[in-house]
């Protein structure tokens, strides 16, 4: 592969698998197009902007003249679409951008690959389209989808686009379906990223309900290098999962925050459940395993300990973020809870 576009490319995800791919393949250049949400930020690929095989484009997937206008500069190997609303909690406050972004953005985008005929495209998704699981069991790529949010729902509705392209059109597209990310770069609105920097700064830590719900973490380098090898050499039309093998409790894991940044138990402040809390997620990633020759390289203990140092060096970048538009958010999702608690 030349040349690819990436989708998303300033946020968590997307530029750390930029920054993974830049440094990996020599051979390799990247266009990035994202819209600069609250959630996109240059900063994050601040130390690769002047690399002559990097360009960013600055604009909406789901307008059409302007992803015409991009994907018509010159042929792409592959697009590989991480843009999305990502966050559960945001998409029970307001759904509106969920549905035009995760799933008109991915249509738009879709549309202009086949128009401008792209050989080979990656759906990021999320195994929260299978929704929720009781105490045993993991998802596997057979699991019905069943998602139980606005967020999830929204990934979902892609996904399927996703495949009706590829059974009707032959669409050329592969996607992944990931577990819970962890490491630099997370937006302080997700669960790790806000504790570790809420416990920097001597700040309460909002546990949602009793704290039993089960998430399994992966670090986000192995979720690069997933995509890299579905990107790579994932069959067409076919789905991947790719998890950590790394389950927890969130309660446990707050525990586990505390104790690592010598921090007192009363900082947990047990606040009101988010609305359809799905309780327990896990992934049988098999499939990549066999197919792919992928598995999990980083175990948990040591990836949060590098996030928490990556965190601890990174303040100033928490500092920037956490302003503005996102006191406004904390305040809405967190001001009520807080103050009953
Ligand atoms: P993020 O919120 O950190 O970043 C999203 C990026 O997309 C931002 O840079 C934002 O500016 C950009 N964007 C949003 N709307 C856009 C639009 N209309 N056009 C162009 N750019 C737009 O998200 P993330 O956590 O990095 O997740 C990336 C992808 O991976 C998402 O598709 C998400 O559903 C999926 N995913 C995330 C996780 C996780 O644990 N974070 C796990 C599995 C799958
Ligand atoms: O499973 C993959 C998904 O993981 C991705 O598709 C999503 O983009 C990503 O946001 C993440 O979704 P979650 O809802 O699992 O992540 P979040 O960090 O928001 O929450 C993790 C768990 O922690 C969940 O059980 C809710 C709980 N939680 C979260 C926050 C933000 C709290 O108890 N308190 C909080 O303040």
Redesign the pocket.
């Known amino acids: 592969m030349q040349r690819i576009l990436v989708t998303g490319g300033c946020g968590f995800i997307g530029s750390n698998f930029v920054r993974h791919m830049i440094s990996g393949d020599p051979g390799l250049s990247i266009v990035n197009v994202d819209k600069l949400t609250y959630a996109g930020n240059p900063e994050n690929l601040q130390d690769i902007e002047s690399d002559a095989r990097y360009t960013f484009r600055h604009g909406d997937i789901g307008d059409r003249v302007f992803i015409d206008g991009v994907l018509g500069e010159g042929p792409v190997d592959a697009v590989v679409n991480f843009a999305a609303e990502?966050?559960?909690?945001r998409s029970i406050l307001d759904s509106g951008p969920f549905v035009q972004t995760n799933i008109v953005g991915t249509q738009v985008l879709m549309d202009a690959c086949r128009k401008h005929q792209v050989p080979r495209y990656v759906q990021v998704s999320?195994?929260?389209v299978y929704g929720s699981l009781g105490d045993e069991g993991a998802f596997t790529e057979e699991t019905p989808l069943a998602p139980n949010s606005p967020?999830s729902a929204s990934?979902a509705a892609a996904d399927l686009l996703v495949r009706g392209y590829h059974h009707t059109f032959g669409f050329p597209a592969v996607i992944t379906r990931?577990?819970?990310n962890y490491g630099p770069y997370q937006f302080p609105?997700?669960?790790?990223p806000?504790f570790i920097s809420n416990l920097l700064e001597n700040k309460p830590v909002?546990?949602?309900g009793k704290?039993e719900?089960v998430?399994d973490w992966i670090h986000v380098m192995d979720h690069c290098r997933g995509i890299e090898a579905a990107l790579r050499n994932g069959q067409l039309g076919a789905v991947y999962n790719f998890g950590g093998r790394s389950e927890m409790r969130?309660i446990d894991l707050t525990r586990l925050l505390l104790k690592l940044l010598d921090r007192p138990e009363s900082l947990i402040r047990y606040v009101q459940d988010?609305p359809g809390?799905d309780l327990r997620?896990a992934i049988d990633c098999t499939r990549a395993e066999r197919e792919l020759g992928w598995k999990p390289q980083v175990t948990f203990e040591s990836g949060l300990r590098e996030t928490i140092a990556w965190y601890v060096q990174h303040t100033e970048w928490v500092a920037r973020i956490k302003s503005g538009e996102y006191t406004r958010y904390y305040d809405q999702q967190y001001g009520d809870r807080l103050s009953q608690s």
């Not at 990502?86 to 909690?89: G, M, P, R």
């Not at 609105?189 to 790790?192: D, G, H, N, S």
């Open positions: 990502s966050h559960v909690d999320t195994d929260e967020y990934k990931c577990s819970n609105e997700k669960l790790l806000l909002p546990v949602y704290g719900n998430r969130n988010r809390h997620y």
